[in-house]
């Protein structure tokens, strides 16, 4: 029988984090959860090449490593930031079966993981904060809120429109513009899709939703809802549209139900949200 405790692997498929974050994170963890719950910061998460936290090489081999070892209860992604597709496709073949028994939690571009994890059937996949958002303002909040879903699964973290028997995703709307075109894209039809960005033009938003909408993977979904846009960097001439009436304005051209707000995004408040069907 496994351990009460659980222990949960941090690596960084994108960019690097500091020591002194891990530490932060490490002592959170420990007043919040007691020894409920271990983490363990795999060395990757260190590395430095150029961008990224180490080679293309090593962070797919430290992703395989921690997914396929059966003392890991689920994979935190500690930090964003772009790197994720990147990983090395053969990783996905050889996920074993303790990769299909985690949880894989984290948002952003880490989005590229979740959705090709989602589409395989492997494991759970979930949009919530992560060890890079502590130093927002209320970021000791937002860990906390991961922590409680990975060990408790604490429903009060979940975002309040999720209902039972319904299906759901989330993305930051930028990765999935991207991420549509994947052959790995996965199938989600009849999901409530939420999505957010953060540092965007909202002409770069609009460019984004016209390739989203424009994909027939999205046009059978059961509905869009619009988390938070934000940091939106001020151009030369205004847009003439908010985030909210880009997304309405896409939506109704694709024929897609828009289904209002969602609490989502690059901050503090970002809540947790599974993929699939909510039991």
């Given amino acids: ?3 009460a405790k659980k222990h949960v692997a941090l ?4 960019g690097p984090i500091t020591r002194n974050l891990a530490d932060k994170i490490v002592e959170i963890t420990a007043d919040h959860c007691g020894t409920d719950l271990q983490l363990h910061f795999h060395n990757q998460c260190f590395e430095i090449a150029g961008h990224f936290a180490g080679t293309d090489a090593m962070r797919s081999d430290a992703f395989l490593q921690v997914a396929n070892d059966p003392k890991y209860d689920a994979v935190w992604f500690a930090r964003g930031g772009y790197g994720a597709c990147r990983l090395d496709d053969a990783v996905f073949d050889k996920l074993n079966e303790s990769a299909h028994q985690k949880t894989y939690l984290g948002y952003s571009d880490t989005g590229f993981l979740l959705a090709r994890l989602y589409g395989q059937k492997t494991g759970l996949a979930v949009h919530g904060p992560m060890p890079t958002d502590q130093p927002r303002d209320g970021g000791d909040v937002a860990i906390k809120r991961s ?3 990975l060990t408790r699964r604490n429903t009060d973290v979940v975002e309040s429109s999720i209902r039972s028997g319904a299906q759901y995703a989330a993305f930051n709307i930028t990765v999935l513009s991207h991420l549509v075109s994947a052959p790995w894209m996965p199938d989600l039809s009849g999901h409530v899709v939420m999505l957010e960005d953060v540092a965007e033009y909202l002409y770069g938003i609009d460019r984004s939703m016209f390739t989203i909408m424009s994909s027939p993977s999205l046009q059978t979904v059961a509905g869009i809802k619009l988390g938070r846009v934000s940091d939106v960097p001020k151009n030369d001439r205004e847009f003439g549209q908010s985030e909210e009436e880009i997304i309405q304005y896409w939506c109704a051209r ?5 289904l209002g707000r969602a609490d989502i995004g690059h901050d503090s408040d970002n809540k947790v949200v599974p993929f699939g069907p909510c039991s």
């Fill in 1 to 3: 029988m496994k351990n």
């Fill in 254 to 258: 694709a024929g897609v139900p828009y």
């Fill in 11 to 14: 690596v960084c498929p994108g």
């Fill in 147 to 149: 922590l409680d879903f």
